[in-house]
């Protein structure tokens, strides 16, 4: 089928191109030289793609990319775009909250979001909002102490 | 994915008008997220998908009716429906469901119509809504009709909507201190697929359990209402003896299958015991 054109806004800035409605929302990012939302398991089990949409986690595997027209969508890669770390971000480096760092992206974004609607998560909490995100390393322990540490800061 | 076609059409009428009862390769998508993985997998592929994000606003509502029933939207996310004030005092039991239901990103996504017409048996809120008494209004071409949900599935990712029929919206009765639970099995991690689900509403009076709803899910071929193991809890004091009973009866009158999330025989087992502890969790959790 043929690409349509769409029109949405990508990390701030206001962008357009063309895509076929069978591509989802990590390839459209590919053509943006966006590499930091990974697919890897290819069914939203893992959290490697995460990407936020209108300021809402998705799994950018499970996403049509043609539904970004309109939309104001955020990857990992605008969170130090000011050439400093997010405190996220600091908060994982400083607890070394991974190990290949594959998975590391999906982890911040979800981390971020869940800061944001719970500011003061218990162990629970961020075991339960982090269940989608797997880690192949193991870092469970060092990502909920990043997150109790960034939500401190 | 193979390559095709998707229409976003404005309107629910619009829509309904291009869908075609004939044509399986045709389909209306919400969230998406069920149905991508079975594009992924190569067991569906589709010539043109009908995109409903685009229909009237209403379609996601979540609002409280004047008869204190709460109408779900289906275009209503899973997180919007999560967040709901009126599920989190109301029905917590439903809130207590979204917790464990895949991801946050996945339930940011999701729709609850979609989540209800993929028919897909291991799905968390079939069950629920349907101990909850819920209904579901559906709209075709010829115009509206209501059915209760358990009556929704026909077998195996199979229900009784016609291919050119769209859920609208789903209605839970006022639970009038109807006691609930949910209840899912997990052999992997705990946002997996189940191995079972079972949901039990039931009122409780002179210590008695009555008109009772037992469902169970996962282990089944579709979504199904337990009338032994019903009538075995009908007018019973919940005490040891009379669970084992329903537990019993329960085990006794479903065919559960075998999949990668456990063998038939220990599903069995599984809905015997945890019929027994979902009424307990219901007692318990209503009782402060």
């Not at chain 1, 809402?56 to 400093?84: H, M, P, Q, R």
């Not at chain 2, 537990?247 to 999949?259: C, I, M, N, P």
């Amino acid at each position: 089928m043929d690409a349509r054109p769409i029109n949405f806004t990508l990390n701030g800035q206001p962008v357009s191109t063309a895509i076929e409605p069978h591509r989802n929302l990590v390839e459209l990012l590919q053509r943006f030289d966006l590499f930091g939302a990974r697919e890897s398991c290819g069914q939203g089990l893992c959290g490697c793609c995460t990407v936020l949409v209108d300021g809402k986690a998705v799994s950018g595997c499970l996403y049509f990319a043609v539904w970004a027209d309109g939309k104001s969508i955020t990857t990992i890669e605008a969170l130090d775009a000011n050439g400093e770390l997010a405190p996220m971000q600091q908060a994982f480096v400083d607890a070394a909250a991974f190990q290949c760092g594959y998975c590391t992206p999906g982890f911040i974004l979800m981390s971020q979001q869940l800061l944001k609607e719970n500011p003061n998560p218990s162990d629970d909490d961020i075991r339960h909002y982090l269940s989608g995100n797997l880690c192949r390393c193991g870092t469970y322990p060092e990502v909920i102490e990043a997150v109790k540490a960034a939500a401190k800061r | 994915m193979i390559p095709f076609d998707m229409v976003e059409p404005t309107s629910l009428r619009e829509a309904l008008s291009l869908l075609d009862p004939q044509e399986p390769t045709i389909r209306p998508v919400a969230g998406g997220t069920a149905l991508m993985l079975m594009m992924k997998a190569g067991v569906f592929t589709p010539t043109r998908l009908i995109c409903l994000h685009r229909i009237e606003p209403d379609f996601s509502r979540i609002a409280l009716t004047d008869k204190g029933e709460l109408r779900i939207g289906a275009m209503a996310t899973l997180r919007e429906l999560e967040k709901d004030h009126n599920v989190a005092s109301r029905l917590p039991v439903l809130a207590r469901a979204m917790r464990t239901l895949s991801s946050v990103r996945v339930r940011n996504v999701a729709r609850v119509g979609g989540a209800l017409a993929h028919g897909d048996p291991h799905m968390d809120l079939p069950p629920v809504l349907s101990a909850l008494a819920a209904r579901i209004s559906v709209a075709g071409p010829n115009g509206n009709r209501e059915l209760p949900l358990e009556k929704l599935y026909a077998g195996y990712y199979e229900t009784a909507l016609e291919k050119n029929e769209l859920i609208t919206a789903v209605t839970v009765p006022a639970p009038n201190g109807r006691k609930a639970a949910y209840m899912k099995v997990t052999s992997r991690t705990a946002d997996d697929w189940p191995s079972l689900g079972v949901a039990v509403t039931f009122a409780l009076a002179d210590g008695r359990i009555r008109d009772p709803i037992v469902i169970v899910s996962a282990a089944t071929e579709k979504v199904t209402r337990m009338s032994a193991a019903e009538t075995a809890l009908q007018d019973a004091a919940p005490d040891k003896a009379a669970l084992q009973r329903a537990g019993d009866a329960a085990a006794d009158e479903v065919e559960t299958l075998s999949d990668a999330h456990g063998s038939a025989p220990y599903k069995r087992e599984l809905l015997r015991v945890y019929l027994r502890r979902a009424v307990r969790e219901a007692l318990e959790e209503n009782a402060h």
